[in-house]
């Protein structure tokens, strides 16, 4: 019998336009591989959409001989389209996301009044991944980590000594996860981040994103030990009280993301866009005053 690996090798990929990163876990070359929050392209200004991130991904599981067997999201972001019926088509593989994806399609179904035909039962994706449910990349064991607070549906993937936050945390110099999406909570999340940090001290944390401050150079990389030292959000010693407060205060000043509109209506839709209207085009809608 095979002895399931503890440490994965793990490639990040960034996509500067989105400040995110897209992971590839895997246990060497020639292995069974994840692939991790993947990007695809879009110009909010033309509403035109291209691979050239996704493509960068291809190139690696080619280069190194993987082969894809999941391509997860840790949940549906607002910050950039999934690319994950791209990366399916050209390399196979069953798209996963948390089970509480249910909850989000219900909520901007309604925000975005989606077609009657729309199914808020998750079942646009192949798997919904529940809390502490364990499954296999090759060698490889999965555990999902559900950590709600940005959004309702957030899970992160432990893999090993790795641990992929999705939004939850960033860079202990950038802080943590905004909470005023519909269905986020600071206090939901001050719980699902102490939970990542009741880790063993060397555990490795993998960003989503990275938004460097002071000029310092991309970093995506930490471990659970510099986050409880160093975080300046909810280093130890930061009361679930203050965290509020100070999460509250903040979120009231940020702007939404560029990609919210067509983002979310995308990716609760495991990344497919809407259907086609009667001249073959697909449309997002853009709300007036409704967020």
């Known amino acids: 019998m095979n002895t399931p690996l503890t440490n994965p090798q793990v490639h990040g990929i960034f996509d500067p336009a989105t400040w995110t990163v897209t992971y590839i876990v895997h246990s060497g070359v020639g292995s069974v591989a994840a692939i991790i929050d993947s990007v695809l392209d879009y110009d909010p200004k033309s509403g035109r959409t291209r691979t050239d991130s996704a493509d960068k991904v291809i190139d690696f599981v080619h280069a190194h001989a993987l082969k894809v067997e999941w391509i997860l999201e840790t949940h549906a972001h607002a910050d950039h389209l999934s690319a994950a019926p791209y990366l399916k088509h050209k390399l196979g593989g069953k798209i996963g996301i948390g089970d509480q994806i249910t909850k989000v399609q ?3 179904k309604g925000i975005f009044n989606l077609e009657p035909e729309f199914r808020m039962d998750g079942s646009q994706f192949d798997a919904l991944h529940k809390d502490t449910q364990e499954f296999h990349i090759g060698d490889l064991t999965a555990r999902v ?3 709600p607070g940005h959004t309702p549906a957030c899970v992160a993937y432990q893999v090993g000594d790795a641990v992929f936050v999705g939004d939850t945390l960033f860079m202990p110099d950038v802080g943590t996860a905004r909470c005023d999406f519909p269905g986020g909570d ?4 001050y719980a ?4 990542l940090l009741s880790l063993p001290p060397a555990t490795r944390l993998f960003m989503c994103h990275d938004y460097p401050p002071n000029n310092r150079s991309v970093q995506f990389e930490t471990t659970v030990a510099d986050q409880r030292a160093k975080n300046i959000h909810v280093h130890d010693g930061i009361s679930e009280q203050q965290f509020v407060e100070m999460r509250t205060r903040r979120d009231e000043t940020l702007e939404m993301p ?6 979310v209506q995308i990716n609760i839709r495991a990344g497919e866009l809407p259907p086609k209207e009667s001249n073959g085009t697909a449309y997002v809608k853009i709300p007036i005053n409704a967020l």
Request: glycine share 0%.
């Open 145 to 147: 980590m559900a950590v």
């Open 186 to 189: 600071a206090k939901t999340l």
């Open 192 to 195: 699902s981040v102490r939970k």
């Open 258 to 263: 560029v990609l919210i509109l067509p983002a």
């Open 106 to 108: 219900k909520v901007f």
